[in-house]
């Protein structure tokens, strides 16, 4: 290291940003996810007692996932290392372990490897570190935003305890923003700053459970805001808009948030809250999804879960899917607002779809010798001959347009597809039926 390093990696502290500088390095100074580190808790104790097993911290942004693996470097007797998954290769895998077996083996001591963005790590990488972390080689910190269940190597996750950190609460933000104000050593105590109640629950709020993106916020504030006569800085609620102006969604299209909102998004639906419907919709539009994708989960929506209780639910989600493609955004929301409230509102039936499953399977797992003789194709000649068609009963010849023959195969006579509800048109379907039968 030059002089010139040395004096960067002095200055480097008051260069990084202030949610870095303000990271706690102890549980004590920690803020929020007292469901995992609150007093008592397993992770708790683990990091207080130095027996910490393999762990992968999942959550959104700016919930602490990073901060609890440094909080874990500066109090564990064990080596610490950290890599990053968007740059480290098998290469930087492999010198680490042979780092952690020499430490192992000279010294008895265990090393502790911090992954960040491990679900970044592909399948061959993962698999590098499995046999080290299985026969304990290494222990391992994976952080990620993703859910592990799906994007990280299973024999992995079976060996770790997954934590999931949750957004922070706004009481949780304004803490640490009441914090960074006054911290004079690694805060903005030195400018004197104070912000206006308002000011800092819009912060809180607007952040959206990200306490990085709070802190940002807070920082290009107190910096561009100009000081008063009296050299202290007043940041309004004014300032704070224009330092965080669009509320942060921890929404990717890629992401396990995607699937989850979309996940809410039809559960509302089938569950007739028009409320919760608009209130996902709204979400997945103020975060950009593509309309066309929302439009047809609507129209599955209305065939799946309403059906025949209202068979005009499908003809107002495919006309509103319709209407997004012919006019587009922002104007698409208003149809897709109309499609949603109406299946949401709409009486719920579900049998179309379950009966289809049930033919389904039947095809694929029963054997059915063949279509019952007096249903089969008799427009050609020799299909007399065959005895194909004959005994085939026309049903407009008959009163109601309706008789009594038999339709299904002689294997499947008497199944039941189709068990209708008794809600909306189906009531009526079914009383039709009824009548027909003479039941």
Same mark, same amino acid.
């Given at each position: ?9 002095? /200055? ?28 008592? &808790? ?5 990091? /207080? ?6 762990? *992968?911290?999942?959550? @959104? #942004? ?14 564990? &007797? ?23 077996? %020499? ?89 004197? !700053?104070?912000?206006? !109640? ?5 912060? !809180? ?21 100009? #000081? /008063?006569?009296?050299?202290? *800085? ?10 965080? /102006? ?35 919709? %709204? ?11 929302? %439009? ?26 319709? %209407? ?5 955004? #922002? ?15 709409? @009486? ?92």
């Amino acid at each position: 290291m030059d002089l010139f390093e040395y004096n960067r990696s002095l /200055q480097g502290g008051k260069e990084a940003p202030l949610a870095a500088r303000m990271r706690p390095s102890c549980l004590e100074d920690f803020v929020g996810q007292e469901h995992i580190v609150g007093k008592g &808790k397993l992770l708790y104790r683990a990091i /207080q007692s130095d027996r910490l097993s393999s762990v *992968i911290f999942y959550g @959104p #942004p700016g919930t602490g996932k990073t901060t609890l693996a440094k909080i874990i470097a500066n109090t564990t &007797k064990s080596k610490f290392c950290q890599i990053n998954a968007t740059t480290a290769g098998i290469k930087e895998i492999k010198e680490t372990v042979e780092d952690a077996k %020499a430490e192992l083996g000279m010294y008895g001591k265990k090393t502790i490897l911090f992954i960040d963005e491990i679900h970044r790590f592909n399948k061959s990488q993962q698999d590098a570190l499995l046999p080290h972390v299985e026969d304990g080689t290494l222990i391992l910190i994976g952080a990620t935003t993703e859910n592990p269940y799906f994007e990280v190597n299973k024999a992995l996750v079976s060996r770790s305890i997954v934590f999931e950190l949750r957004q922070l609460e706004d009481r949780d933000i304004k803490r640490l923003l009441e914090r960074a104000l006054t911290d004079e050593k690694n805060g903005m105590g030195v400018y004197h !700053a104070r912000m206006d !109640a308002d000011a800092m629950d819009f912060l !809180a709020n607007t952040a959206n459970g990200d306490a990085r993106a709070a802190l940002n916020a807070l920082e290009l504030a107190v910096l561009t805001t100009e #000081p /008063q006569t009296d050299k202290t *800085i007043h940041i309004t609620l004014e300032e704070a808009q224009e330092c965080i /102006q669009k509320r942060a969604l921890n929404y990717d299209r890629d992401g396990d948030n995607h699937y989850d909102t979309i996940s809410a998004f039809i559960k509302s639906m089938r569950g007739s809250d028009p409320d919760a419907a608009l209130y996902y919709l %709204a979400k997945m539009i103020y975060a950009g999804e593509d309309p066309k994708f929302i %439009a047809r989960r609507v129209v599955i929506c209305a065939s799946e879960d309403v059906g025949n209780a209202d068979p005009h639910a499908l003809q107002v989600a495919v006309s509103a899917m319709q %209407a997004v493609n012919f006019i587009g955004m #922002p104007e698409g929301r208003i149809p897709l607002a109309q499609a949603v409230t109406y299946v949401a509102c709409a @009486p719920k039936s579900n049998a179309a779809y379950l009966g289809i499953d049930k033919a389904l399977s039947d095809v694929r797992n029963i054997r059915i010798r063949t279509v019952p003789p007096h249903l089969k194709d008799s427009h050609y000649s020799g299909a007399k001959e065959l005895e194909h068609g004959v005994g085939y009963k026309y049903a407009h010849d008959y009163p109601g347009h309706y008789v009594k023959q038999q339709y299904l195969p002689d294997e499947l006579v008497g199944t039941v597809y189709y068990a209708m509800t008794e809600n909306g048109v189906e009531r009526r379907m079914q009383e039709h039926l009824r009548r027909l039968k003479g039941e």
